[in-house]
């Protein structure tokens, strides 16, 4: 069996992980107000917390390319992904500003020999960013109380190291 071979069967329990995630996430909702401790975005959070359960759900619906998994937090070491927390909608604070803040994981691994990663901003900003913007418009009201969106999106990229492939 070679190396292609095997990777057939890898990617389909990465889709089948990527799917519970979806899944899970629809059972988790959403960041509660009364988790967040800095009151000005507890309570921005409280204001628009049906609109960011009905955002969550539409994510969650819509189809990428590839899978993409909302997560609180990106970055999680591989080990502990299956314990990520899918709510990954919240106001926050970044450089004195309230931001509606987006998190997730998309499930693609680029190749960093046929693409810049000028190239894979601007895939991940296509795939993943544009469908959720036109989301937020749809969900959240064009007088929301923060400043702005932000997004923190992960991904993989594959590159030649030694002998082998990352």
Same mark, same amino acid.
């Given at each position: 069996?070679?190396?292609? #071979?095997?990777?057939?069967?890898?990617?389909? =329990? *990465?889709?089948?992980?990527?799917?519970?995630? @979806? &899944? &899970?996430?629809?059972?988790?909702?959403?960041?509660?107000?009364?988790?967040?401790?800095?009151?000005?975005?507890?309570? @921005?959070?409280?204001?628009?917390?049906?609109?960011?359960?009905? *955002? !969550?759900?539409?994510?969650? +619906?819509? $189809?990428?390319?590839?899978?993409?998994?909302?997560?609180?937090? @990106?970055? =999680?070491?591989?080990?502990?992904?299956?314990?990520?927390?899918?709510?990954?909608? +919240?106001? =926050?604070?970044?450089?004195?500003?309230?931001?509606?803040?987006?998190?997730?994981?998309?499930? /693609?691994?680029?190749?960093? +020999? !046929? *693409?810049?990663?000028?190239?894979?901003?601007?895939?991940?900003?296509?795939? @993943?960013? /544009?469908?959720?913007?036109?989301?937020? #418009?749809?969900?959240?009201?064009? #007088? /929301?109380?923060?400043?702005?969106?932000?997004?923190?999106?992960?991904?993989?990229?594959? &590159? $030649?190291?030694?002998?082998? #492939?990352?």
């Amino acid at each position: 069996m070679n190396r292609r #071979d095997r990777s057939v069967p890898y990617a389909r =329990v *990465l889709l089948g992980l990527a799917i519970s995630f @979806v &899944a &899970a996430s629809a059972l988790r909702a959403q960041v509660s107000p009364t988790e967040i401790t800095n009151p000005k975005l507890s309570a @921005v959070e409280q204001q628009y917390f049906p609109q960011l359960q009905s *955002l !969550q759900h539409a994510i969650g +619906e819509t $189809k990428f390319p590839l899978p993409f998994i909302l997560t609180r937090y @990106v970055g =999680v070491d591989p080990s502990r992904q299956t314990s990520l927390d899918p709510r990954g909608l +919240e106001f =926050v604070n970044f450089r004195s500003r309230v931001l509606l803040k987006t998190s997730g994981f998309y499930t /693609v691994a680029f190749n960093a +020999e !046929q *693409l810049t990663s000028n190239e894979r901003a601007g895939r991940i900003f296509q795939e @993943v960013i /544009v469908p959720i913007l036109r989301l937020v #418009d749809e969900q959240i009201p064009p #007088d /929301v109380a923060c400043d702005g969106i932000g997004f923190e999106i992960a991904y993989h990229t594959r &590159a $030649k190291r030694k002998n082998s #492939d990352y």
